[in-house]
C-alpha cells in the first residue's frame, strides 16, 4: 500500500477491516474518496459505490456502514465524493465518477491485486451516473480506458428512463445537455456489449419508479446486452439501501443477490 493511503489508513478493531479516509483522486474540493478494505488485504474484487441525493446532496461520510458491509465481505469498497448542483451541472458528476474508476483501476494492487474485478454500484442519482458511465465511452475514454473496464454495474433505484429537461426539478442540472437530450437518458444509450448490468428496485418506491429498471433491463437486452431487473414488494426508494445494512437484511435479499451478481461474473472470467 502507497504511502499516501497507509498514511490515513484506520484499523476498525474487531471490525476486521482498514478503512482509509480523504484519498484525493483529483484536484479538486470534492474529488476525494473513502475506501473500506478487508484487514488481511485479500479482497475477491473491487466495489466503486455512488451514493445518491438527487445530483444536489450526497457525502461518502455517510456510508461508514455500508463499506464496512462488503469489507467484511472480502470486497474492497470505495466511496467517492463527486460535485453537485448548483456548483456543477451535467456531466460534471459523470466525469467524477470516471475519474474516480480511474483512480481505482490505476491502485488496484493497492486495493487487493491488480487482476482484480472491478464492478459499479450506484442508487438513485448514483445509480443514473452509474449507467451513462458504462453506456458512454467518452467517459472512460478521457482517461484511456472504455467500460469493458467495468466488470458490473449493480444499480439500484435508477431513474434510467427520465428525461431531466422535462422533469421542473431537476432541469437546470441538466441544461447543458439540450443539445443532446439523450445524453442524460440511460435508456436512450442502450447498446450491445455493455457490461452486464443488475437493476435493483423497490416495488413501492414513488421517487424512481419500478418500472425505470424493467424497461431498462429490456433496452438493454433488445440492444443484445447482458442485464435483468429484480423488483422487491414493500421496498422504498430507500428502504432498498438500508437492507444491505444488518437490522434490515431481513426484509429483502439486496445484499445476497448483489454478491451473487458479483460471483457470477467473477466466474465467466
Known amino acids: 500500500m502507497s504511502a499516501t493511503i497507509a498514511a490515513r489508513t ?30 488481511n488485504g485479500k479482497a475477491r474484487a473491487i466495489l466503486l459505490f455512488l451514493y445518491g441525493g438527487g445530483w444536489v446532496s450526497g457525502h461518502r461520510w455517510y456510508y461508514p456502514l455500508f463499506g464496512h458491509t462488503f469489507a467484511q465481505r472480502g470486497l474492497t469498497c470505495v466511496v467517492p465524493d463527486y460535485h453537485l448542483y448548483p456548483q456543477a451541472r451535467f456531466p460534471s458528476f459523470v466525469d467524477d465518477a470516471a475519474l474516480a474508476f480511474k483512480w481505482v483501476h490505476d491502485h488496484a494492487d493497492e486495493l487487493g491485486g491488480s487482476d482484480l474485478p472491478i464492478f459499479v454500484m450506484g442508487h438513485s442519482a448514483g445509480a443514473h451516473i452509474s449507467a451513462l458511465m458504462a453506456l458512454d465511452p467518452s467517459y472512460l475514454g478521457a482517461h484511456g ?26 432541469k437546470d442540472i441538466f441544461a447543458p445537455s439540450a443539445s443532446a437530450p439523450h445524453s442524460a437518458r440511460p435508456i436512450k444509450l442502450a447498446r450491445a456489449g ?13 421517487i424512481a419508479k419500478a418500472d425505470a429498471s424493467v424497461n431498462f433491463a429490456l433496452a438493454l437486452t ?20 438500508a437492507c444491505f445494512l444488518w437490522g434490515w437484511r431481513w426484509r429483502a435479499s439486496v445484499l445476497a443477490d448483489s454478491e451473487a451478481f458479483i460471483a457470477e461474473r467473477q466466474a465467466q472470467t
Open 10 to 39: 484506520v484499523q476498525a478493531g474487531r471490525n476486521r477491516l482498514k478503512k482509509t479516509r480523504g484519498i484525493a483522486y483529483g484536484a479538486l474540493a470534492r474529488q476525494r474518496l473513502d475506501v473500506y478494505a478487508p484487514r
Open 145 to 170: 480506458l472504455s467500460p469493458a473496464a467495468i466488470k458490473g454495474v449493480i444499480g439500484l433505484a435508477g431513474p434510467y428512463s427520465l428525461n431531466p429537461l422535462k422533469w421542473p426539478g431537476v
Open 222 to 241: 433488445e440492444a443484445g446486452s447482458d442485464a435483468r431487473a429484480k423488483i422487491y414488494p414493500g421496498l422504498g426508494h430507500f428502504e432498498i439501501i
Open 194 to 206: 455493455a457490461p452486464p448490468m443488475l437493476l435493483l428496485h423497490g416495488a413501492r418506491d414513488r
